[in-house]
């Protein structure tokens, strides 16, 4: 059974940084594409980053880009997302994912799931 535990979120003030941790017990780490999302209150679940599964791609939603930074520990089975200058308009609930490849994350296709973590961002 493979589970997705997301960690790190907490409430910060604008302008700090926080680094999300997500921890992946699937066997073969390195053939997924990760992926990064977040659902704020009222919204749709929108993705944030994404890393590709030879890990030399990173893709970034444009409210995000040179604020976040997606990464993978393969070793670990971790993904990360280090967020720096965070906005209140960074609110939301942040859910990690898996999938066979960065397209089937855009259309919000994940094999796989986590419970997500919750960030808040005060002003």
């Known amino acids: 059974q493979v589970l997705l535990v997301e960690s790190g979120g907490g409430s910060v003030q604008a302008g700090d940084s926080l680094t999300l941790s997500c921890a992946a017990s699937?066997?073969?780490?390195?053939?997924?594409?990760w992926g990064w999302f977040r659902q704020a209150p009222g919204k749709q679940r929108e993705w944030v980053a994404f890393?590709?599964?030879?890990?030399?791609?990173?893709y970034y939603t444009d409210s995000v880009k040179g604020r976040f930074t997606i990464s993978r520990d393969i070793a670990k089975k971790m993904v990360y997302l280090q967020m720096n200058s965070l906005k209140p308009e960074d609110t939301a609930v942040y859910y990690c994912?898996?999938?066979?490849?960065?397209?089937?994350?855009?259309?919000?296709?994940?094999?796989?799931w986590g419970q997500g973590t919750q960030v808040t961002v005060s002003s």
């Open positions: 994912a898996a999938s066979t490849s960065v397209s089937r994350l855009r259309g919000d296709d994940g094999d796989y």
């Open positions: 699937v066997s073969r780490f390195s053939v997924y594409a």
């Open positions: 890393r590709s599964a030879g890990g030399n791609n990173a």
